[in-house]
C-alpha cells in the first residue's frame, strides 16, 4: 500500500508540473493574490474527481461515446484562442492596471467560472487523470484507493504550492513591465497549446 501511494503521489506531481492553462491561470491569481482559495480548490477538488473517474474505472465510458471526445477538443480550442486573446489585450493596454490591489478585481464567480472552463474544457486533463492513472493504478490490485488517494493530494500539494508561494515573486511584479512580460507568457501558452489540441488530435 506504501508503495502504491508514493508513487500514485510522484505520478501525479509529474503529469501536473508542466505549465499548461490551468496552471499558468493559477500563478497568475496567486501573483494577484486574488480569490487564491477558491481556484486552489477547484482545481484539487476537480482533479480529485477525475482521478476517482479514473481509479474506478470510468475511462471506459470514452470508448463508449466517441464523439464526446472530440466535441471537449474543440470547445477547448475555442476557449483557449479566446482566454489568450483577452491576455494579449491586457498586455497591449499596459501592466499598471495589472499590480496587485489595484484596479477592478475579478469576482469569484467570474474566477471559478474560468478555471473549471480551464480544468474541465481541456481533453488533456483527462489523459493525464482518468486514463493514464487509471491505466496505472491498475498496477496495484487491491490498493488502488491508496494510489488514487495519494495521487489526489499529491495535486492539492501542488496547486496550494503554486498559487500561494506565487506571492514570493510579488517583488519582481510590482514593476508593470513584469505583469505585461506574464501576460503574453500566459495568453502564447494558451494559444500554443489550442493549436496542439486543434492540430495534434
Not at 506531481?13 to 494577484?32: C, E, K, Y
Not at 482559495?37 to 474505472?57: K, P, Q, R
Not at 484507493?145 to 493530494?153: D, I, N, P, S
Not at 511584479?173 to 495568453?187: D, Q, S, T, Y
Request: proline share 3%; hydrophobic share 60%.
Amino acid at each position: 500500500m506504501f508503495e502504491a501511494a508514493v508513487h500514485g503521489y510522484l505520478v501525479s506531481l509529474s503529469l501536473i508540473l508542466a505549465i499548461g492553462a490551468q496552471n499558468a491561470f493559477v500563478l497568475r491569481q496567486g501573483l494577484r493574490r486574488e480569490h487564491v482559495g477558491v481556484v486552489v480548490l477547484a482545481c484539487a477538488a476537480s482533479d480529485a474527481i477525475l482521478i476517482a473517474l479514473g481509479v474506478t474505472g470510468f475511462g471506459a465510458v470514452s470508448g463508449a461515446v466517441p464523439w464526446l471526445a472530440e466535441a471537449m477538443r474543440w470547445g477547448g480550442v475555442i476557449f483557449l484562442l479566446v482566454y489568450g486573446a483577452l491576455r494579449f489585450k491586457a498586455a497591449l493596454a499596459g501592466g499598471e492596471a495589472l499590480q496587485p490591489g489595484q484596479g477592478a478585481a475579478a469576482s469569484v464567480r467570474s474566477v471559478l467560472t474560468t478555471v473549471l472552463v480551464l480544468t474541465w474544457a481541456n481533453p488533456h486533463v483527462y489523459l493525464d487523470t482518468v486514463v493514464l492513472l487509471g491505466s496505472i493504478s491498475a498496477q496495484y490490485p487491491g490498493h488502488r484507493l491508496a494510489f488514487g488517494v495519494a495521487a489526489a493530494l499529491g495535486s492539492f500539494s501542488f496547486f496550494t504550492a503554486l498559487g500561494y508561494g506565487a506571492r514570493l515573486l510579488a517583488p519582481v511584479f510590482a514593476n508593470p513591465k513584469a505583469w505585461v512580460v506574464l501576460e503574453i507568457i500566459v495568453g502564447a501558452t494558451m494559444w500554443a497549446i489550442a493549436a496542439g489540441l486543434a492540430f495534434g488530435g
